[in-house]
């Protein structure tokens, strides 16, 4: 009976022994994991949840020279706004309203504004406008020139684009859109676009962003769906190649 007992608790102790091992060896690779995640699982959390859907070409003349003669000038740009074609289609007219302004450029002759407008907590448009302003009795007043809206929104889909990928897409898009939306004269090269901070990958920081070796005029934070966005632009991007061609890097290691 002893023997017995003997060789009961010695198949106990084993089997023991094996599970006690097993929890050891999950206990390290769950604490490796935590420390360096698979490239697969980082490629997964960079998924985004938001959708950018550009709406199309501008919503008025496509050129100042094209301006009426009987244009109408208004106080404030945000008269001048809700007064324009802007949000003329239905379900848009939430765009004629400017919630959050993330940069203003502008001159003697033109201001350009990109601003966000929200429709509840799930849509979000994303707008250049471009206004011309004259000095009438002395004061500034605002005509609406043309806008260039993007819709963004919340829904269960997700993208791989890189952030990188982003910056070489709006390089090359401006080369369409953004001259004729600068306030500035067309001798200086305006260049400008969105990285999403959540999207950044490994070493890659909006601080270490330079096309053609230069860095941007200015950076400025906003959010979007509560992420953290930045919007960088150049006044005058001294490279005279095409967008396609630009070189630009965020400082990663796929940058080079």
């Known amino acids: 009976m002893k023997k017995l007992l003997n060789v009961i608790k010695k198949i106990i102790c084993v089997f023991g022994g094996i599970i006690l091992l097993l929890v050891i ?50 106080a404030t740009v945000q008269e001048a706004i809700q007064n324009s074609m802007i949000g003329r289609n239905q379900g848009e007219e939430y765009r004629k309203n400017i919630d959050h302004v993330i940069a203003t450029f502008e001159n003697n002759s033109y201001i350009t ?52 990928d982003m910056v070489g897409h709006d390089l090359w898009t401006g080369d369409y859109y953004m001259q004729d939306l600068s306030a500035y004269s067309k001798e200086k090269r305006f260049a400008s676009g969105d990285v999403m901070k959540y999207g950044l990958r490994e070493n890659e920081s909006i601080n270490k962003l330079t096309v053609e070796g230069q860095k941007p005029d200015g950076i400025v934070e906003y959010k979007n769906f509560g992420e953290v966005w930045y919007f960088w632009y150049y006044t005058d991007l001294k490279s005279r190649k095409k967008g396609t061609e630009l070189n630009y890097t965020l400082g990663g290691k796929d940058n080079e």
């Open 113 to 164: 504004m990109l601003y966000q407008s929200h429709k509840g907590t799930d849509e979000i448009c994303r707008d250049w406008v471009k206004l011309k302003k004259e000095k009438v009795e002395g004061k500034d007043r605002y005509a609406f020139i043309e806008t260039y809206p993007v819709t963004m929104f919340r829904k269960s889909r997700t993208t791989k684009y890189s952030e990188y």
């Open 25 to 74: 060896q999950i206990s390290i690779s769950s604490i490796l994991y935590l420390i360096n995640p698979t490239e697969e699982d980082t490629e997964e959390k960079k998924e985004l949840e938001v959708e950018a859907v550009y709406t199309g070409g501008p919503d008025s003349i496509d050129t100042e020279e094209e301006l009426p003669e009987d244009k109408i000038f208004y």
